[in-house]
């Protein structure tokens, strides 16, 4: 509703309150005024539509918009949704995505639905309703019909296919569905850009009320036209701008034609060994056709090639086909086929296949082609097959012999073979003769023949042979050549050796008709007196020709035999041993030796043997050792005549006890915790030895002594070395021929073991410290055993060592030898033994003074307590008591108290007084330790607390041109914590100018900012919470001029104006007159609650870590937050006064600036990192947040009641923060400077400032 027209409404409406209200004569004079402003009618009319809503359609999902505009609006305005209100808000609570939109002072209320759904469809109206005097109005229904694009569109023989194959001639059914449309889709089925008639259409309800779907049913049959050809299945419904549609191309197989072979017939005549090319052709087909070649119904060519370039596609395979006579009638046949073909189709080639014989064969006789002189020779000649058949001819060095008839017969490959014999009788006329068979191929002017050469045989003629003279002899080993000979035959003779029935091979040649037969005789003993033989003849011998020779030959026994007499040899015992050989020629003579030493032998006889020879015997007599055995006895026969000897060695086998051999080791060395494994080198005969380790008259090997095992070899393997296995080791050996008995000494090597010694040894100071330690090892080496400290180095002279032990010698000892002293004792052998042994060297008791002043102070008005503090070393345990004035105090007084702890050495009491009275309390406490060795006392002052003594001793320490370096010794300090001010000025100045130290606590400060060449007077006092101390040493000044300027540094002088000499440009005060009056009156006026509550007025005195700022109202909410003196980590409970800066004094400004100076100097001086955990110097913790170049307030601004409350917010400001350099002087802090940091917190009274918007912070003044 519009501004304008809700008004008037409500004019309307007051007119009627009116009339009630007021008198009858004003009511006169107000109708008059209505009436002369054209009375009510003329400012309120009757509410219109000036737009009605209309039917629409949207589609799903997108936004609907109800137009409804009205004039003169007076009511509410509504829409109703089939009936029921929507209400009058324009965002139409309850109906998310439904609002009225438009301009209200246009009338505008249309309804925007936003992402229509399938529940927006529904009749809808707009409604006005009435004011107090104009009626209400209503649109007409309207429908709005929410239209749905078809959801799915599917073929459901082919869903979400590209590509479909068919069969040409086949017929298919297609199905096209379309899901959950309104209103129902219009279906179509198309071939390329061609409807296709539908067979059948379905229309069903869909997922969802008021959505339907349709089926559509095609049937079709392929042809190979339709190939790529694409079938589509569109939708279209008024909810799409274009159709939907699915499809996929057709791919559609057809049978190739009948294949041809290009350039032949039906038949082909060809040579056998031609190759042949045979192009078969097969076109069209989808896929094209697999083309192959048979012979048979054997597949011999399978690759084939396509071309689908040009008009008609085809398919083709060349036949590279290499003829043989095999294939002479084959069929050759091309198939081609693909896999929609109902069978193969083919094309068929036959070969007639010319070839010759390939062999010509001659037989005769079994012998072959020889024959013997007088027999008669009968050849055939036959040929393979051949095609046509061969005709055959005889010839005989050059000349054609007549025949018989050729004869022929049907053979392979479809050929015919040929056959012809020839007759004669062998005469030696005819040796040598070639007869040849030849076949001719007439057709192919190819021949094809076959000779032999006739060979006829008669026998040889004489025989001799050449050898040694007869009665000739030879040395056995000699080589004798004997060659037999003979003369004529042919073939050559075959000549033969042999000895007695055994047949000698040799080297046989023939020249001419000439044989020779040479044999190589290496004379042996059993070729002495021997006859060797040569045999002749050849395949016409009737009889064999013969010769012979014979041999005499000197020979060596082949063998010589040593024997013992008994079964087994022992050492020490007798033993004979016989020799004999066998035959030789002529008799040898026997020698025998030992490992090559020659021994005296015993000769026995000579007896005749075979092959003409003689055999001789003999023997000898040994007593052997233990060392003898393994050794070899040797017999040995020899002869002048003979150039070598023969002899036998025998391997002596001795039987003995068992032996150590020179390689045992008596001695083994190990260390502690190794293995040691005792070996022994022993050997014996029969070699199985018994062995037995004792030690100490016991048995080593033992069923619970794990670690000693006995090895295969008899070695004894300890494992895990003790020094207690040292010592020496038995050993018993024995087998079947005896015993035998050795020792062995182990010896163990390990580190240092110390023996025990005290932990503790007491001494009286001033008396003499002896402390041993001995260390068992081995070995044991010089300086094994030391003492040593690790506080200091002890002079060598005080300790002794022997054998061992180390004997250290401290004497007149004091506390200061008082420690842990340690015994190292190393003899290289790791690990090193350490013993420790602590020193306690007793004295009497020493108490530690309280402080400097040995004061303790309490306000004295029985409102608090006090603490003494006592604390004592001493050895042995201190007594402690108390005393008040010289007169005890009893541990049963109910107004004391006491605590004791006791260390080693230290000890502590403490005195606890409740409720301090001056008059009871005050006085000299006396603490008094004792021990047996004697006593010690502090006198501690309890006074009443105080302002601080004055500083004394306030001297210079160094200056220069700019600066001055004071030092003092602080006073007592009152019973507070104090802190020192230096007060300084130009010796010609009239005021002093005041600087807080820090430290607060420090005795040595840095004044700078001074002028070069200037004097200056310098003094110093001490402040405490009641107040301050006089000045230094009696009121005493130091009077310092400061240096010359250095000749480098020329440059202007920046000198800061003092706290109390602060001047100001005049433009800068009436400046400050008017922004004072401003504030004040806002402030007076209640403008704005920023500034409120406080006031912040700032003074800024530049000195080095300092600024001078006037006070205001911090009270702290942090808990990092804590006193400056360390000694509480609890919430500061300290707050600046409020802010007043017309009633605030010097005292004040000073007062409550100093913590804010105290934190701002640590924090610059310490130089410590931020965003980090830090110590302080009294140990305390304190935790600053990320980053601290920013003073943060925290939200809010003003304060709600006056106090400033600090925060450790991040983010959320209101104000800009306040830069750290506005308050750190510049350089004197490593703190960042980021903006974006948002608090600090650095142990000191202030945790952060801020200032409010629009004040602004100068380094020098406000």
């Given at each position: 509703m519009?501004?304008?027209?809700?008004n008037?409404?409500r004019q309307c409406?007051?007119?009627?309150?009116?009339?009630?209200?007021?008198?009858?004569?004003?009511e006169?004079v107000?109708?008059l005024?209505?009436?002369?402003?054209?009375?009510?009618?003329?400012?309120?009319?009757?509410q219109?539509?000036?737009t009605h809503?209309?039917?629409?359609s949207?589609v799903?999902g997108t936004?609907?918009?109800?137009?409804?505009?009205?004039e003169?609006l007076?009511?509410?305005?509504?829409?109703a949704?089939?009936?029921?209100a929507m209400?009058p808000?324009?965002?139409?609570p309850?109906?998310?995505?439904?609002?009225?939109?438009?301009?209200?002072?246009?009338?505008e209320?249309?309804?925007?639905?936003?992402?229509?759904?399938?529940?927006?469809?529904?009749?809808?109206?707009?409604?006005?309703s009435?004011s107090?005097?104009i009626q209400g109005?209503m649109?007409q229904?309207?429908w709005?019909?929410?239209?749905?694009?078809?959801?799915?569109l599917?073929?459901?023989?082919y869903p979400?296919?590209?590509?479909v194959?068919?069969?040409?001639?086949?017929e298919?059914?297609?199905?096209?569905t379309?899901?959950?449309?309104?209103?129902?889709?219009?279906?179509t089925?198309?071939?390329?850009?061609?409807?296709?008639?539908?067979?059948?259409?379905t229309?069903?309800e869909?997922s969802?009320p008021?959505?339907?779907?349709?089926?559509?049913?095609?049937k079709y049959?392929p042809?190979?036209?339709?190939?790529?050809a694409?079938?589509?299945c569109e939708?279209?419904?008024?909810?799409?701008?274009?159709?939907?549609?699915?499809?996929?191309?057709?791919?559609?197989f057809?049978?190739?034609?009948?294949?041809?072979?290009?350039?032949?017939t039906d038949?082909l005549t060809i040579?056998?060994g031609d190759t042949a090319r045979?192009?078969?052709?097969?076109?069209?087909?989808?896929?094209?056709a697999?083309?192959?070649?048979?012979k048979g119904?054997?597949?011999i060519?399978?690759?084939?090639?396509?071309e689908e370039k040009?008009?008609?596609?085809f398919?083709?395979s060349?036949?590279?086909?290499?003829?043989?006579p095999?294939?002479?009638?084959v069929?050759l046949?091309?198939?081609?086929s693909?896999?929609v073909?109902?069978?193969?189709?083919?094309?068929?080639?036959?070969?007639?296949?010319l070839?010759?014989?390939i062999a010509?064969?001659?037989?005769?006789?079994?012998e072959?082609?020889s024959?013997?002189?007088?027999?008669l020779?009968?050849?055939?000649?036959?040929?393979?097959?051949?095609?046509?058949a061969?005709?055959?001819r005889w010839w005989a060095?050059?000349h054609?012999i007549?025949?018989?008839?050729?004869?022929?017969?049907s053979a392979d490959?479809g050929?015919?073979?040929?056959?012809?014999?020839l007759?004669?009788?062998?005469?030696?006329?005819?040796?040598g003769t070639?007869?040849?068979?030849?076949?001719?191929n007439?057709?192919l002017?190819?021949?094809?023949?076959?000779?032999?050469?006739?060979r006829?045989?008669?026998?040889?003629?004489?025989?001799w042979?050449?050898?040694?003279e007869?009665?000739?002899?030879?040395?056995?080993?000699?080589?004798v050549p004997?060659v037999c000979?003979?003369i004529?035959?042919?073939?050559s003779?075959?000549l033969?050796w042999?000895?007695?029935?055994?047949?000698k091979?040799g080297t046989y040649?023939?020249?001419g008709?000439?044989?020779s037969?040479?044999?190589?005789?290496v004379?042996?003993?059993?070729?002495?007196e021997?006859?060797?033989t040569?045999s002749?003849?050849?395949k016409a011998s009737?009889?064999?020709?013969h010769?012979?020779?014979?041999?005499f030959v000197?020979f060596p026994p082949?063998?010589?035999w040593?024997?013992?007499?008994?079964?087994?040899i022992?050492?020490g015992h007798?033993?004979t041993?016989?020799c004999?050989?066998d035959?030789?020629n002529?008799?040898c003579s026997?020698?025998?030796?030992?490992d090559g030493?020659w021994?005296?032998g015993?000769?026995?006889?000579?007896?005749?043997a075979?092959?003409?020879?003689?055999?001789?015997s003999?023997?000898?007599?040994?007593?052997?050792s233990?060392r003898?055995?393994g050794?070899?006895?040797t017999?040995?026969?020899?002869?002048?005549?003979l150039?070598?000897?023969?002899n036998?060695?025998?391997k002596?086998?001795v039987?003995?006890?068992?032996?150590?051999?020179p390689e045992q080791?008596?001695?083994?060395?190990?260390?502690e915790?190794?293995t040691a494994i005792?070996?022994?080198?022993v050997?014996?005969?029969?070699t199985?030895?018994?062995y037995t380790?004792m030690?100490?008259?016991?048995?080593v090997?033992k069923?619970?002594?794990?670690?000693?095992?006995l090895?295969?070899?008899g070695a004894?393997?300890?494992?895990?070395v003790?020094?207690?296995?040292?010592?020496?080791y038995?050993?018993?050996?024995?087998?079947?021929?005896?015993?035998?008995?050795?020792?062995i000494?182990?010896?163990?090597n390990?580190?240092?073991?110390?023996?025990?010694?005290?932990r503790?040894?007491f001494?009286?100071?001033?008396?003499?410290?002896?402390l041993?330690?001995s260390a068992d090892a081995h070995?044991?080496?010089?300086?094994m055993v030391?003492?040593e400290?690790?506080?200091?180095?002890?002079?060598s002279d005080?300790?002794?060592?022997h054998?061992?032990?180390s004997?250290?010698?401290?004497?007149?000892?004091?506390?200061?030898?008082s420690?842990?002293?340690?015994?190292?004792a190393?003899?290289?052998i790791?690990?090193?033994a350490?013993?420790?042994v602590?020193?306690?060297v007793?004295?009497k008791?020493?108490?530690?003074?309280l402080n400097?002043f040995n004061?303790?102070a309490?306000?004295?008005?029985g409102s608090?307590?006090?603490?003494?503090?006592c604390?004592?070393?001493?050895?042995?345990v201190?007594v402690?008591?108390?005393?008040?004035?010289?007169?005890?105090?009893?541990?049963?007084?109910?107004r004391?108290?006491?605590?004791i702890?006791?260390?080693?050495?230290k000890h502590?009491t403490?005195?606890?007084i409740?409720?301090v009275s001056?008059?009871l309390d005050?006085?000299?406490?006396?603490?008094?330790a004792?021990?047996?060795?004697?006593?010690?006392?502090?006198?501690?002052?309890l006074?009443?607390t105080?302002?601080?003594?004055?500083?004394?001793?306030?001297?210079?320490?160094?200056?220069t041109?700019?600066?001055v370096?004071?030092s003092?010794i602080?006073?007592y300090?009152?019973?507070?914590?104090?802190k020192f001010?230096?007060?300084y000025?130009?010796?010609?100045?009239?005021?002093f100018?005041v600087?807080?130290v820090?430290?607060?606590?420090s005795t040595?400060f840095?004044?700078?900012g001074?002028?070069p060449?200037t004097?200056?007077?310098?003094?110093?006092?001490?402040i405490?919470?009641?107040g301050e101390?006089?000045?230094?040493?009696?009121?005493?000044?130091?009077?310092?001029?400061?240096?010359?300027?250095?000749?480098?540094?020329?440059?202007s002088d920046?000198?800061?104006?003092p706290?109390g000499?602060l001047?100001?440009?005049?433009?800068a005060?009436?400046?400050l007159?008017f922004?004072?009056?401003?504030f004040?009156?806002?402030?007076?006026?209640?403008i704005?609650?920023?500034?409120?509550?406080?006031?912040v007025?700032?003074f800024?005195?530049s000195?080095q870590?300092?600024?001078r700022?006037?006070?205001f109202?911090l009270?702290?909410s942090?808990?990092?937050?804590r006193?400056?003196?360390?000694?509480?980590?609890?919430?500061s409970?300290h707050?600046f006064e409020s802010?007043?800066?017309?009633t605030?004094?010097?005292?004040?400004?000073?007062?409550?600036?100093?913590?804010?100076?105290?934190?701002?100097?640590?924090?610059?001086?310490?130089n410590y990192?931020?965003?980090?955990s830090?110590?302080?110097?009294?140990?305390h913790?304190?935790e600053?947040?990320?980053?601290?170049?920013?003073f943060?307030?925290?939200?809010r601004?003003?304060?709600?009641?006056?106090?400033?409350?600090t925060?450790?917010?991040?983010?959320?400001?209101?104000w800009d923060m306040?830069?750290?350099?506005?308050?750190?002087?510049?350089?004197?802090?490593?703190?960042?400077?980021?903006k974006?940091?948002?608090?600090?917190?650095y142990?000191?009274?202030?945790?952060?400032?801020a200032r409010?918007?629009g004040?602004k912070l100068?380094n020098?003044?406000?």
């Amino acid at each position: 509703m519009s501004a304008r027209c809700i008004n008037r409404s409500r004019q309307c409406e007051s007119q009627t309150l009116v009339q009630t209200m007021i008198p009858q004569a004003v009511e006169q004079v107000l109708v008059l005024l209505l009436l002369l402003n054209g009375g009510p009618t003329g400012l309120c009319k009757q509410q219109a539509f000036r737009t009605h809503p209309v039917n629409i359609s949207v589609v799903l999902g997108t936004e609907a918009m109800l137009e409804c505009t009205i004039e003169n609006l007076s009511g509410q305005v509504q829409w109703a949704k089939n009936g029921l209100a929507m209400g009058p808000d324009r965002s139409l609570p309850g109906f998310p995505r439904q609002s009225m939109v438009g301009s209200v002072d246009n009338g505008e209320y249309n309804l925007q639905i936003e992402q229509t759904e399938m529940g927006d469809e529904a009749w809808y109206q707009c409604q006005v309703s009435p004011s107090q005097t104009i009626q209400g109005i209503m649109s007409q229904s309207v429908w709005l019909d929410v239209l749905v694009p078809p959801q799915s569109l599917v073929i459901a023989e082919y869903p979400g296919v590209d590509e479909v194959t068919w069969v040409a001639g086949k017929e298919y059914q297609l199905t096209c569905t379309v899901m959950d449309a309104k209103p129902t889709p219009e279906v179509t089925w198309y071939k390329n850009d061609m409807e296709l008639p539908a067979k059948d259409v379905t229309d069903l309800e869909g997922s969802q009320p008021k959505l339907s779907s349709r089926v559509v049913v095609i049937k079709y049959t392929p042809t190979a036209t339709d190939n790529n050809a694409r079938l589509r299945c569109e939708a279209q419904n008024p909810a799409l701008t274009q159709a939907q549609h699915v499809e996929f191309t057709l791919i559609v197989f057809f049978p190739p034609a009948f294949p041809v072979i290009d350039g032949h017939t039906d038949t082909l005549t060809i040579k056998a060994g031609d190759t042949a090319r045979f192009p078969c052709l097969s076109k069209g087909g989808n896929p094209l056709a697999s083309v192959k070649w048979f012979k048979g119904y054997e597949v011999i060519f399978g690759s084939w090639e396509t071309e689908e370039k040009g008009s008609v596609p085809f398919s083709r395979s060349v036949l590279e086909f290499y003829v043989s006579p095999t294939d002479n009638g084959v069929t050759l046949t091309c198939e081609a086929s693909n896999h929609v073909s109902p069978e193969p189709m083919k094309v068929s080639i036959t070969l007639r296949v010319l070839f010759p014989p390939i062999a010509v064969d001659l037989l005769g006789r079994p012998e072959g082609k020889s024959v013997v002189e007088g027999d008669l020779l009968l050849l055939s000649c036959i040929t393979s097959s051949s095609n046509p058949a061969a005709r055959l001819r005889w010839w005989a060095s050059g000349h054609e012999i007549p025949s018989d008839v050729t004869t022929y017969t049907s053979a392979d490959n479809g050929g015919e073979t040929a056959m012809s014999n020839l007759t004669y009788t062998a005469s030696r006329e005819l040796d040598g003769t070639t007869i040849e068979c030849e076949a001719v191929n007439e057709e192919l002017f190819i021949t094809k023949s076959a000779t032999s050469i006739i060979r006829v045989f008669y026998p040889p003629e004489r025989i001799w042979i050449e050898g040694p003279e007869p009665g000739t002899t030879v040395i056995a080993g000699t080589a004798v050549p004997l060659v037999c000979y003979a003369i004529g035959g042919n073939p050559s003779a075959t000549l033969t050796w042999t000895k007695g029935e055994s047949t000698k091979t040799g080297t046989y040649s023939s020249t001419g008709k000439l044989a020779s037969l040479e044999i190589l005789v290496v004379a042996a003993s059993n070729d002495n007196e021997a006859n060797y033989t040569c045999s002749a003849k050849n395949k016409a011998s009737i009889t064999t020709l013969h010769q012979s020779a014979q041999l005499f030959v000197h020979f060596p026994p082949r063998e010589v035999w040593v024997e013992h007499n008994g079964t087994t040899i022992r050492a020490g015992h007798p033993a004979t041993f016989h020799c004999h050989t066998d035959s030789s020629n002529p008799v040898c003579s026997l020698e025998w030796f030992k490992d090559g030493y020659w021994l005296q032998g015993i000769s026995g006889g000579v007896h005749q043997a075979e092959y003409g020879g003689w055999t001789t015997s003999g023997h000898i007599v040994l007593t052997l050792s233990s060392r003898d055995h393994g050794r070899r006895l040797t017999c040995q026969a020899s002869h002048q005549l003979l150039p070598s000897t023969v002899n036998n060695l025998y391997k002596l086998d001795v039987l003995f006890r068992p032996e150590f051999q020179p390689e045992q080791k008596l001695v083994v060395e190990t260390r502690e915790g190794k293995t040691a494994i005792l070996h022994l080198f022993v050997h014996a005969n029969p070699t199985y030895i018994t062995y037995t380790w004792m030690k100490n008259g016991e048995a080593v090997i033992k069923d619970d002594a794990e670690r000693f095992k006995l090895h295969n070899d008899g070695a004894l393997m300890v494992v895990n070395v003790t020094s207690s296995d040292a010592g020496d080791y038995h050993i018993m050996l024995s087998n079947e021929e005896g015993e035998q008995e050795g020792i062995i000494k182990l010896i163990v090597n390990y580190s240092p073991k110390i023996q025990q010694i005290p932990r503790e040894v007491f001494v009286n100071r001033g008396a003499t410290a002896v402390l041993v330690c001995s260390a068992d090892a081995h070995p044991v080496v010089d300086d094994m055993v030391r003492w040593e400290v690790e506080e200091f180095e002890l002079p060598s002279d005080h300790q002794v060592y022997h054998q061992g032990t180390s004997t250290l010698t401290l004497p007149k000892v004091d506390r200061s030898l008082s420690g842990t002293y340690i015994c190292n004792a190393d003899n290289g052998i790791s690990p090193p033994a350490k013993a420790i042994v602590h020193l306690v060297v007793r004295f009497k008791p020493q108490i530690h003074q309280l402080n400097d002043f040995n004061k303790v102070a309490a306000p004295g008005d029985g409102s608090s307590g006090v603490l003494l503090l006592c604390r004592a070393e001493g050895l042995p345990v201190v007594v402690f008591s108390w005393a008040r004035n010289g007169i005890a105090v009893e541990p049963n007084e109910a107004r004391y108290s006491f605590q004791i702890v006791h260390g080693v050495d230290k000890h502590e009491t403490q005195l606890i007084i409740a409720n301090v009275s001056a008059q009871l309390d005050f006085g000299t406490f006396t603490c008094t330790a004792r021990n047996a060795l004697g006593e010690d006392k502090l006198h501690i002052q309890l006074v009443k607390t105080s302002s601080p003594e004055p500083p004394t001793g306030l001297q210079l320490v160094t200056h220069t041109h700019n600066s001055v370096t004071l030092s003092w010794i602080a006073g007592y300090d009152g019973g507070f914590e104090q802190k020192f001010r230096v007060h300084y000025k130009q010796a010609d100045a009239a005021n002093f100018m005041v600087v807080d130290v820090y430290p607060s606590r420090s005795t040595i400060f840095t004044i700078t900012g001074l002028h070069p060449n200037t004097m200056y007077n310098f003094s110093v006092n001490a402040i405490n919470s009641l107040g301050e101390s006089k000045f230094a040493d009696g009121g005493l000044q130091v009077s310092v001029t400061t240096a010359e300027r250095p000749p480098d540094d020329q440059g202007s002088d920046t000198t800061l104006t003092p706290f109390g000499e602060l001047t100001l440009p005049i433009y800068a005060l009436i400046l400050l007159v008017f922004v004072g009056s401003f504030f004040f009156l806002l402030h007076f006026l209640s403008i704005t609650p920023l500034i409120k509550r406080c006031c912040v007025q700032t003074f800024v005195s530049s000195m080095q870590f300092t600024r001078r700022i006037w006070p205001f109202t911090l009270e702290s909410s942090s808990s990092h937050l804590r006193d400056l003196t360390g000694t509480s980590d609890t919430r500061s409970d300290h707050s600046f006064e409020s802010c007043q800066p017309e009633t605030s004094t010097t005292t004040d400004i000073y007062s409550n600036l100093n913590y804010m100076v105290t934190a701002q100097e640590e924090l610059s001086e310490s130089n410590y990192d931020t965003g980090s955990s830090q110590s302080w110097p009294d140990g305390h913790q304190y935790e600053s947040t990320e980053s601290s170049g920013y003073f943060d307030m925290g939200e809010r601004w003003p304060p709600p009641d006056g106090v400033w409350q600090t925060t450790n917010q991040h983010g959320g400001r209101l104000w800009d923060m306040l830069p750290m350099e506005d308050i750190l002087e510049e350089g004197s802090s490593d703190v960042s400077n980021d903006k974006s940091a948002t608090s600090i917190s650095y142990g000191g009274k202030i945790q952060s400032t801020a200032r409010p918007p629009g004040l602004k912070l100068f380094n020098n003044y406000v």
